[in-house]
Every structure is written in C-alpha cells, then in structure tokens.
C-alpha cells in the first residue's frame, strides 16, 4: 500500500540487527510507484538484504540514472548517500566515486531502458573494468516513464498493451555481464523474496562487479480495449477540460518453488512467463557451463534464475589500477600533487 504513510513509532520489542537497527533504519521515502509494481518487492528484498548483513546504512552509496526503477534508491536507505545521475550515466558517475573513496559500499540501480539502450556502453566498461559494486537491473521490458514502449530486453514475439509486437532481438544482460567480464552474475525475479535476498547479500559479500538481472513486472500497462472504464473510452467518451491519467493498482506477483524446478506465472496484463531455478548441482564457477545454460533456456523458452556465475577470485578496478589503501579522498594536497620532480621521474618512465 504505497499511499499509506508509515507511522514514526515501533513496537519497542521488534527485531534489530548486530549493530542495532531495526528494519525502519533502511527504509527511505514513501514510493510514488504503481501499487504493486515489481520495482516496490526489489527495493523492500535489498532493504531485507542490508538489515540482515548490518550494513552500517551510513557507508552505503547508492546511485541511478533514469526511469521508474531509477527512481527506487529513493524509497530505501534513507540514511546512506545517494546521487540520481542523468540517463544511462550511472555506471561512470559510481566508478568515479569509487574511486575516490574505496571504503564506501556501492549499489547501482537501473533498469532495462537505462542499462540495455542508453547506457549500453557504460554498463559494457563497468562490467569489463571490475568495479566493486552490486548493479541491479529491475528489468519489465517497457519504458514505463514513456508509455510502455518495448525496451531492448522485449522478447521477440511479445505483444505490448496495443497488440504490436517485439521484432528485434533481446538483449540478454545475464549474458552480456558474463562475457564482459562480471564476476558475480544472477537473475531473480521480483516476486521470488526467498531467492532475490540471498543473492542480494551475496552480491554484497561478493568482491568484484556483482550484475543481477531482476525481472520485474510492470503493472501499468495492461489495460484492455473493450472495457467501459478503460482510460481510451472514458477519454473518447468525456468531455474533460484537461487530460488526467490514473494507475490502478495491482497484488504483488509472488512465486515460491523448487531447485531445478520450472514455475509458469501469470503476469498483469495476461501474458505468462516461464521461470526455471537452476539445480543445485549447476556449476557456477564454469564460465563456459554458465553462458550454455542461459543460452539453453533461451532457447526452451525459459528464464533462468538463481546465481548463474561467480568468479571469488578475479581482481576488482583497484586492484587493477594499484591505487593507494587510503581513499583518495582522505589525501591532502602534497600526497595527490608530489610536485614536479615526482611528475619528472613519471613522465621519464613513459618514454
């Protein structure tokens, strides 16, 4: 219930972490998002996450480009710091404040418009780089701020709210994160509390750029012609002094089900996915293994879930540059600028 403000007191006896906080300590705003919307589950499964590791909220960065699922970092974390950058200009804004202060805990939230198109390219070198970060993608397949149009993960075949259908094909970012040089892969769904927490926290655990592909399904954009209370026929209908718009809400989409096991759901607007959770026995560590067994439920028609890749020993972006322990941030003057005998000696070994 979106629209319901929270109360400012707590039972005095209700659960706190190891440092002391209680689940309201990781709240944030109240979401202006549609009752119901897939986006609402995610931040309330990353807010579950940072209680249960007791993340101190105050060493938390949290950042977003654009759209609906970047406008999420609002309604959690209240007290970690936060920066909404333009389009598609996330994964650049977080590596340089990574680098600039390495002792924070880096949260990236996107979308499939934000990531997929715009900011395809800065996705690909946050991924290749190795920037220690948890990027979550909160994936619907619809540019939900501009009507619904089809993103770049729209399956081929899929029909929008109008009937037309998706020509191109997707763009699998479970993929592309694994051959760009991710380091922790999954894919969950927004709905599936029990399995999206856990790797939530394990993406924080996790060392290295940590990439989970969220589907999350947008409840908007079902409405269907026929109906007499449609938004179309009340508008072709009414003679209105100006154009007004309304959101229905709809119930949470939850699933629970079996390693190994596939779960058909019934999404908003009628259409049905396939989710398959992969077998314990899957080998996450194989690379090779991992992008075959995307590749094979693509090709089934299923999505796969679950941690799909994970490499523990790779080399995150400080590693790479050998940067100081100390946040670059903490360094006064006369350690950033050595002088110009130092530059002497660093411009003569380049030569």
């Known amino acids: 219930m979106t629209y319901l403000g929270k109360p400012k007191f707590h039972h005095p006896s209700i659960a706190v972490n190891a440092l002391g906080f209680t689940h309201r300590d990781y709240e944030g705003s109240m979401s202006t998002l549609c009752a119901g919307c897939g986006h609402d589950a995610i931040s309330a499964a990353i807010m579950h996450a940072c209680f249960e590791l007791s993340l101190p909220p105050h060493r938390v960065a949290k950042l977003s480009g654009i759209g609906c699922s970047s406008k999420t970092p609002t309604y959690m974390l209240g007290q970690s710091h936060g920066f909404n950058s333009v389009h598609g200009r996330m994964p650049s804004v977080l590596t340089g404040a990574n680098l600039a202060n390495r002792d924070l805990i880096y949260l990236g939230v996107s979308g499939d418009g934000d990531t997929a198109s715009i900011g395809f390219g800065q996705f690909a070198h946050a991924m290749r780089r190795g920037v220690n970060m948890v990027y979550i993608v909160e994936n619907n397949g619809v540019y939900g701020l501009t009507k619904g149009q089809f993103s770049a993960t729209a399956d081929r075949g899929s029909t929008s709210k109008k009937g037309a259908g998706a020509r191109d094909q997707p763009i699998d970012l479970v993929g592309m994160a694994i051959g760009l040089g991710a380091s922790f892969v999954a894919r969950s769904f927004s709905g599936d509390k029990a399995q999206l927490v856990p790797l939530i926290k394990a993406a924080f655990e996790h060392r290295g750029a940590a990439f989970i592909d969220v589907i999350s399904p947008c409840v908007t954009f079902n409405n269907h012609a026929g109906s007499t209370k449609s938004f179309d026929y009340v508008r072709e209908h009414n003679i209105a002094v100006n154009a007004l718009d309304v959101i229905l809400g709809r119930e949470p989409i939850e699933v629970d089900y079996e390693e190994g096991a596939s779960q058909s759901v019934l999404m908003h607007d009628g259409s049905t996915i396939v989710l398959r959770k992969l077998e314990?026995?899957?080998?996450?560590?194989?690379?090779?293994?991992?992008?075959?067994?995307?590749?094979?439920?693509?090709?089934?028609?299923?999505?796969?879930?679950?941690?799909?890749?994970?490499?523990?020993?790779?080399?995150?972006?400080?590693?790479?540059?050998?940067?100081?322990?100390?946040?670059?941030?903490?360094?006064t003057e006369r350690e950033l600028c050595p002088g110009a005998k130092a530059l002497d000696a660093i411009n003569a070994s380049l030569r």
Do not use: K, M, Q, W
């Open 280 to 331: 314990a026995d899957h080998n996450f560590r194989d690379r090779a293994a991992a992008l075959a067994t995307v590749e094979r439920c693509r090709v089934s028609g299923e999505i796969a879930t679950g941690l799909i890749y994970i490499n523990d020993e790779a080399d995150e972006l400080h590693d790479i540059l050998g940067t100081t322990e100390r946040p670059l941030n903490e360094l």
